[in-house]
């Protein structure tokens, strides 16, 4: 589904990606962790291109993204993404966040793309919230937007960078529901974060990036029992029991 | 008689200071002032939001291109801008051009230089995450642009248009420079002919321009509080 051949990313002189090589399968759930400035938010922000490779292959549902006659905008149609930050659009209503792109892309009638976006606001629990602002949302309803956003367009992959680090707490559970809901429904998922008892009940791999490189990459009763590199070693350390 | 003024010389002329001799001959004063702000108001919004548009392209021609020519406008004084329309465009159109419409095109060229900088502002204001999010979903740049950017950047935006239109209403008063009767001119033509009432004239208009201002800002106040999207709870 998704195959990065010896990809290479600079920003300016810092090394951001350096030789990666990885192939996610048709519904494999890979979490994606290690230290902040390791380049995993680059890392999954290139399979939609909002950041362009420098160096390498990165083929993605079979197309090459570096080649001129992909059409970029059609493949980010396929692939749902979300963010840190929400990023719903303030303007609009919840059901307007959802339905605009399937109006304007799959040219669904504003009937139907209601209709759908019902199902999927039901789906994430927020029916109730569809003429709501996206200012009058918790953080974590945001974020549940976000996805039946990304869901709406039927993507073959979903990818989401860190997507519960900017909530309280409290929230964190509501959202991480709804995306195990969706790991069992057989999605393709890439997940950057550091919520390691998703990564242990749900994910198939587990990947440990740092200083742009992988540096171990292993299913998840593996890595937590017996990791291979210090420099996992450290990092599950502290984030299991970060007062040490 | 108020304060030692005489007032007299406003009220027998007072259709003149309105309307200029319209309707037996062409429309003047305080109508002419607002024919001219309206009609460049709209024509700068427009050139204003092209000229910020394309100084946010990601073609770089049509950026530095845009920029140049933003720079150029607003590196000149209106006056200036004004002479210079006054006297090149009959010279490139053959002749043909009204003066009214002499000051329309300098007011728009020199308004829409001053408006694409605060539709370039207002559009690099909107974070980052918006445009991201947007074509993430699959819509094209110039879509995100059309349906997440802009309509939030506009909003943003509206105090600064204020701001620059009220500012371009007092400007048309340098159209009487050009013979334009707009109500500077018929205010200078008036007291041309009086002689002996230039305070009484000139404290009239300026409440007039006054009163044109202060009713534009106020609409716009209207308008922003109309389009305020609900803030957080």
């Known amino acids: 589904m998704i195959r990065f051949e010896g990809v290479h990313k600079w920003f300016d002189k810092l090394h951001v990606l350096n030789n990666i090589n990885l192939h996610v399968r048709s519904g494999e759930v890979v979490v994606v962790c290690g230290p902040s400035g390791s380049g995993k938010s680059t890392l999954i922000r290139t399979i939609n291109d909002l950041e362009p490779i420098n160096e390498g292959k990165l083929l993605v549902d079979g197309k090459d993204l570096s080649d001129k006659k992909t059409d970029i905008n059609k493949m980010r149609a396929e692939i749902g993404f979300v963010f840190q930050q929400f990023n719903l659009y303030p303007h609009l209503t919840v059901l307007r966040n959802i339905t605009l792109a399937t109006m304007k892309i799959r040219n669904l009638s504003r009937k139907d793309a209601e209709e759908q976006a019902m199902t999927l606001l039901k789906r994430v629990g927020l029916p109730e919230k569809r003429d709501a602002y996206p200012s009058q949302l918790s953080g974590g309803q945001q974020q549940r937007v976000a996805i039946a956003r990304g869901l709406a367009m039927k993507p073959k992959i979903m990818l989401f960078d860190e997507p519960t680090s900017a909530l309280d707490p409290e929230m964190i559970g509501e959202v991480l529901q709804v995306m195990k809901d969706l790991a069992l429904s057989g999605m393709t998922m890439i997940v950057v974060s550091h919520e390691m008892g998703f990564a242990r009940e749900v994910s198939h791999r587990i990947i440990f990036m740092d200083f742009g490189t992988i540096l171990e990459e292993a299913p998840p009763e593996e890595f937590f029992k017996n990791p291979q590199h210090d420099r996992a070693k450290q990092f599950l350390k502290q984030i299991l029991s970060p007062m040490h | ?233």
């Open chain 2, 1 to 233: 008689m108020i304060g030692g003024l005489d007032f007299s010389v406003v009220r027998d002329n007072l259709s003149y200071f309105f309307i200029g001799r319209y309707p037996k001959g062409p429309l003047g004063g305080v109508g002419l002032t607002l024919y001219l702000a309206v009609v460049s108001l709209a024509l700068s919004f427009i050139g204003g939001l092209i000229l910020g548009l394309l100084s946010v392209s990601r073609n770089r021609l049509l950026r530095y291109g845009s920029m140049a020519a933003i720079q150029t406008i607003r590196g000149m004084p209106l006056l200036m801008v004004i002479f210079w329309m006054f006297f090149l465009l009959p010279a490139m159109l053959g002749g043909g051009m009204t003066a009214s419409w002499t000051i329309i095109v300098a007011l728009t060229l020199f308004t829409s230089a001053y408006m694409s900088e605060i539709v370039r502002a207002g559009i690099t204001g909107i974070p980052k995450g918006q445009m991201e999010a947007a074509i993430s979903t699959g819509l094209s740049h110039g879509q995100a642009m059309i349906h997440i950017i802009l309509p939030q950047a506009l909003r943003n935006m509206i105090p600064s248009f204020v701001n620059q239109f009220v500012s371009m209403i007092k400007d048309t008063s340098l159209a009487f420079i050009v013979g334009v009767s707009e109500l500077t001119q018929i205010a200078t033509q008036i007291n041309n002919r009086t002689m002996l009432y230039p305070t009484e004239i000139f404290i009239f208009i300026a409440v007039i321009y006054f009163i044109i201002c202060f009713a534009f800002t106020e609409l716009s106040r209207w308008l922003e509080r109309r389009l305020a999207y609900r803030k957080a709870i």
